[in-house]
C-alpha cells in the first residue's frame, strides 16, 4: 500500500505547499505524443431552465503510462468531460467546439463506437449500481468479453463458453479476488462494496484498454478499501503502461497516486503541472484556494480557509472569461474579458493572467471605456487593476 500524502497545516492561497508524494513511478517520458489531445473542447446542455454552458476550452493531454489526476469542486465539468470522451453523454448534451484525438481517431466520430470498453474504459463511481444486479458477476465479465470479440483462438461451441468461463475467473484473480471460481457465481448483492469495486475492476479491464477513466473509484468506500482499490488500479496501470484519468475531488487521494493534476473551474481546466510541482507551488489562485480549503493530519477546522464564493450559475449568458473572477482576489477587469489557453502540451501551465510566484501574463489591452466602469470594479472583489505578481 502507498504511504497517503501529508498536507501541511492550513495552507493559505498563494502559499507555497509541501507535499510528500509517493507516485510510484517517474512521470511518463514527456517527449513521447499524446495518447489523447484533449483540445478547446466545449460543450452544453439544452435545459427547460436554459442552456448550461458546462465545459469551455478545455485542452488537457495524457501519454501512455501516465496517471493523471482530474480534481476539482463538485460541479467543475470532470464526469461531463469524461462522459463526453467515451460519448456517453446525456441527450441534451452538445459538443459545441473542439476536438478529443486518441491514438488518431476523433472521438467525437462514429469511430468512437468501436472504441468503447475495449480501447477505451470507465469504472463508474458506484459499483452497486452499474453492476447488473440480476446477474453472476462473473457473466457480466463474460458478456465483456463476448461484446467485443475478445475470441479465444481455435476454440468453438462448449469449449469456447469454457474458455471465456476461465478468462472471466482469471480476471477476477487478477483484481485480488479470493476463490474466483466461487465469486463468478455471485450476485453483486451477495459481495461487499470493496469487492463490487474490484468486479467493476475486472470488467473495465477485462479487455485490456489503454486508456482507463476512473470517475471517483473510490467514493464510499472505508479508507482501508480505498487505499486497496487505488493501489490495485494504479498497480495495474503501471504493470500495464495504461494511461489513466483518475477524477476526484479529493486532492490528497490525486496527490498520492497521480503523476500529474489537471484542476478544473467551473468546466474550465485551469492548471495543470506534476504532482509535486503543483503541491510545491501551485500557481492558479483557485488550486491554491483549493489546496487551502483540504484538510491534511495537522489541519484544525479552524486552520481550514474554504474556497470564497460558489461557482457560477453555469446557465449565466453573460459568464465571465475567467469562471473564478468573482471568487479572485487577483482579478483584474482584463480577467473578465479573456482568459490565456491552457498549454496542455507545456510541463506546467496555468490558465491566468495573474498566476502565483510568476511574473504576470500581460494582459490584454482593454478597449477604452471596456471593463473600467466603477460597477465592474466594484464587482470585483478586491480588484485594484493592477497585476499581481
Ligand atoms: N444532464 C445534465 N443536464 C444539465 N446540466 C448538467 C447535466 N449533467 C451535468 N450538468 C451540469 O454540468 C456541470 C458539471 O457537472 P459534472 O457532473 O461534470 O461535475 P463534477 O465535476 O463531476 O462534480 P462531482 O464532483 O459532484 O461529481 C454542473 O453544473 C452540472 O449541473
Ligand atoms: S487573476 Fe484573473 S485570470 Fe487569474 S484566476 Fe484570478 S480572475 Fe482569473
Ligand atoms: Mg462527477
Redesign the pocket.
Known amino acids: 500500500m502507498q504511504a497517503a500524502i501529508s498536507l501541511p497545516s492550513a495552507p493559505q492561497a498563494g502559499a507555497a505547499m509541501s507535499a510528500t508524494t509517493s507516485a510510484a513511478t517517474p512521470a511518463a517520458n514527456a517527449a513521447q505524443p499524446p495518447l489523447l489531445a484533449v483540445r478547446d473542447v466545449g460543450l452544453e446542455f439544452r435545459t427547460r431552465s436554459g442552456t448550461v454552458h458546462a465545459l469551455q476550452g478545455v485542452n488537457l493531454q495524457l501519454r501512455k503510462g501516465e496517471i493523471v489526476g482530474l480534481v476539482g469542486e463538485s460541479g467543475s465539468g470532470k464526469s461531463v468531460l469524461s462522459y463526453a470522451l467515451l460519448g456517453i453523454s446525456d441527450a441534451a448534451a452538445r459538443v459545441t467546439s473542439g476536438s478529443a484525438v486518441f491514438g488518431g481517431i476523433d472521438l467525437f466520430g462514429p469511430a468512437m463506437a468501436g472504441l468503447r470498453g475495449r480501447e477505451i474504459a470507465m469504472i463508474f463511481q458506484s459499483p452497486r449500481t452499474a453492476l447488473n444486479p440480476i446477474r453472476p458477476v462473473g457473466l457480466q465479465i463474460e458478456d465483456v468479453l463476448r461484446r467485443h470479440a475478445v475470441a479465444l483462438r481455435g476454440r468453438t461451441g462448449p469449449d469456447l463458453a469454457l474458455g471465456m468461463r476461465e478468462r472471466a475467473v482469471q480476471a477476477l484473480r487478477e483484481v485480488g479476488i479470493a476463490d474466483p471460481e466461487r465469486r463468478a457465481r455471485a450476485y453483486p448483492f451477495e459481495l461487499s462494496g470493496g469487492m463490487c469495486q474490484r468486479v467493476m475492476i475486472a470488467i473495465a479491464l477485462a479487455c485490456r484498454p489503454s486508456l482507463l477513466i476512473a470517475d471517483e473509484p473510490t467514493t464510499g468506500l472505508d479508507v482501508t478499501t480505498q487505499a486497496a482499490v487505488m493501489d490495485l488500479i494504479t498497480g495495474l496501470a503501471r504493470e500495464r503502461h495504461m494511461a489513466t484519468l483518475f477524477i476526484t475531488h479529493d486532492l490528497a487521494l490525486a496527490a498520492a497516486y497521480c503523476d500529474r493534476i489537471v484542476v478544473m473551474h467551473a468546466g474550465h481546466a485551469v492548471e495543470s503541472a506534476p504532482t509535486a510541482a503543483l503541491f510545491a507551488a501551485p500557481r492558479?489562485?483557485?488550486t491554491a484556494r483549493l489546496m487551502a480549503s483540504t484538510p491534511g493530519p495537522t489541519s484544525t477546522l479552524a486552520s481550514l480557509a474554504p474556497v470564497p464564493g460558489q461557482l457560477p450559475d453555469l446557465r449565466r449568458d453573460d459568464l465571465p472569461a475567467?469562471r473564478?473572477?468573482e471568487r479572485?482576489d487577483?482579478?483584474?477587469p482584463a480577467?473578465r474579458l479573456s482568459?490565456p489557453p491552457l498549454d496542455a502540451g507545456a510541463e506546467r501551465a496555468v490558465a491566468?493572467?495573474?498566476p502565483l510566484g510568476s511574473e504576470a501574463v500581460a494582459p490584454p489591452t482593454l478597449p477604452t471605456g471596456a471593463g473600467t466602469s466603477a460597477n465592474m470594479a466594484a464587482a470585483l472583489p478586491c480588484a485594484t487593476g493592477d497585476a499581481h505578481v
Open positions: 492558479h489562485p483557485y475567467c473564478f473572477v479572485c487577483r482579478a483584474t480577467c482568459l491566468c493572467w495573474h
